[in-house]
């Protein structure tokens, strides 16, 4: 096993922003730190902007989301290590500084941008280079997996498809209802991703895809990213790397071989998979995915999927 890997989902901005965990540099006092993405061999880390509603204050506001970019800027990517990917072009700086771990940031659920396309455009100019439409719950776009009247998109909502097409952020439909997936598929025709979501045919969940998403993803290049949510992967007690192989093994069956990729959720979750609890215990999934599948199939995985996807669909340097 020796391969890099890309994690296209974590929430360790989260911890430090809102449980003031802000040593990034110390081993153990988060999923994902320093010492443990270079254990775990990640070549790139995608950072979410997840912020929470507070139930007397209401939805996160923008100034939120500023002040978690402003930490990730400080803290993370100020390191000598790290390297803050925003651009096409920077993809090849990390090809040839193989020591530098990537770093892209993410927007988990709109809410704090308030129907206000000023703020997506101004977080695109701050390097936020893919948007996760919703939470669990409904916000001002559209309704989440866990909103039980699972309602599509609003015209505010399609505004903000609109303009992250025209402006080139990619769509994450992780957390978003069924419903509004079919809406989005049939309003748009560019590549989504999955960046943490597992099988709903093996694990019926509502942050799971069917089948038929699942193809849907694949047929128009989009990326799935299978996560370590214990949850996500088995009805069970003590989940394991085997069981989730079994969602790995049925992307594959479902023509997904190019285009799965990892979404572990890291510090966005207290129940972890055994021998898959921290970043750097990725090998651990690697050694078992190249043992059953062959080490092309573990590269493609672990890094060539997602880093092919980036390659395409990163906007260039204007
Ligand atoms: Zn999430």
């Known amino acids: 096993m020796n391969s890099k890997i890309i ?3 974590c929430d360790v901005l989260y911890k430090m922003l809102y449980e003031n965990k802000v040593d990034f540099e110390k081993a153990e006092l988060m999923d994902i730190t320093l010492p443990r993405l270079k254990q775990g061999q990640v070549g790139m880390q995608v950072f979410a902007l997840y912020l929470e509603a507070a139930p007397l204050i209401g939805p996160p506001r923008f100034a939120q989301v500023l002040r978690a970019i402003d930490l990730f800027r400080e803290q993370i990517a ?36 308030e129907g206000d396309m000023v703020y997506v455009r101004t977080l695109y100019e701050l390097g936020v280079r893919f948007i996760g439409l919703s939470w669990n719950h409904a916000n001002w776009a559209v309704d989440g997996a ?22 080139g952020i990619v769509l994450d439909v992780s ?38 998403q699942i193809r849907a993803i694949i047929a128009r290049d989009g990326r799935i990213g299978v996560t370590y949510v214990p949850l996500f992967v088995a009805e069970k007690e003590l989940v394991t790397i085997e069981d989730l192989l079994g969602h790995i093994d049925h992307i594959i069956q479902l023509g997904g071989e190019n285009h799965l990729m990892l979404g572990s959720d890291f510090d966005g ?7 898959l609890e921290h970043a750097g215990h990725h090998p651990n999934l690697l050694a078992m995915i190249e043992q059953r599948y062959g080490n092309a199939i573990m590269n493609k995985i672990a ?16």
């Open 7 to 9: 994690d296209f989902h």
């Open 78 to 113: 100020v390191l000598p290590e790290m390297y803050w990917v925003k651009w096409k072009e920077d993809l090849e700086t990390l090809e040839q500084n193989h020591s530098l771990i990537g770093s892209i940031l993410s927007l988990e659920g709109v809410d704090a941008l």
């Open 146 to 167: 866990g909103e039980p009247r699972s309602g599509g998109f609003t015209r505010e909502g399609w505004q903000l498809i609109e303009e992250c097409d025209r402006l």
């Open 175 to 212: 957390h978003l209802n069924e419903r509004a997936f079919w809406e989005l598929m049939d309003g748009t025709t560019r590549p989504v991703i999955a960046s943490h979501s597992n099988c709903a045919s093996l694990q019926p969940h509502p942050r799971n895809l069917t089948d038929d």
């Open 269 to 275: 979750i207290d129940d972890k998979i055994q021998n």
């Open 303 to 318: 890094y060539e999927n997602a880093n092919r996807f980036l390659k395409t669909y990163l906007p260039q340097r204007a």
